[in-house]
């Protein structure tokens, strides 16, 4: 059965960690923006996700069992990270004078070379490892028994963040053409980022 509270908690948990300026993102972002392998694009970032996360969240807790200590200390090293994120979004929104640059028109790429992008900018990112397994699985383990209703939703963010965000390419791009709206969203970031951290620490 699953529990909507917990489904609604991973689902924000999860976008609130997707919602990052980075390279996937923004290659998602042109993307959605040209019009070029959208779908195929969208489902490689989502389902390779969705791999990372049900991995974190059905594997974490057994092997914290057989590794007592590293509950906690990722729960530490989680919040830690999480603060210094929110840190260095919160700097952003507060300095940064960058715009989302999208490349002209262009010739279209061909899918493999777009699909064998995508999965670089996904599986050769060490940051997806830390989010996905290690965050969102130390954080399901606050919820016993819900585990999975907890990755549903976090799957489910994953989802409907790269699905949003290629196919609402367009109409995002007079909004994102400005520094300002990236240093809201910098700052949105922040936030959530250090809600999490403390309720990482909350359960120490």
């Not at 992008?117 to 290690?134: K, M, Q």
């Not at 367009?170 to 403390?198: E, Q, T």
Request: proline residues 4%; aromatic residues 10%.
């Amino acid at each position: 059965m699953i529990s909507i509270a917990v489904f609604l908690t991973g689902l924000g948990v999860g976008l609130g960690l997707i919602l990052a300026i980075g390279a996937q993102n923004a290659f998602v972002l042109r993307q959605g923006l040209r019009g070029e392998h959208v779908l195929a694009v969208v489902l490689a970032c989502a389902i390779s996700d969705a791999v990372l996360i049900v991995l974190g969240v059905t594997s974490f807790a057994r092997i914290a069992s057989v590794l007592p200590w590293l509950d906690p200390v990722m729960r530490f090293a989680g919040a830690a990270f999480l603060g210094w994120y929110g840190w260095r979004a919160a700097a952003s929104a507060l300095r940064s004078t960058e715009a989302l640059v999208v490349a002209g028109q262009a010739p279209p790429a061909p899918l493999g070379r777009v699909l064998a992008t995508c999965l670089a900018l996904t599986w050769l990112n060490p940051h997806v490892y830390l989010d996905t397994v290690v965050l969102l699985g130390t954080i399901s383990t606050r919820f016993p028994g819900d585990e999975l209703s907890f990755g549903a939703g976090a799957v489910a963010g994953s989802f409907l963040f790269f699905f949003s965000l290629g196919y609402g390419a367009r109409l995002l791009r007079p909004l994102f053409a400005s520094p300002k709206a990236w240093r809201v969203l910098d700052g949105l970031i922040a936030l959530v980022m250090w809600a999490i951290a403390v309720k990482l620490l909350a359960f120490t």
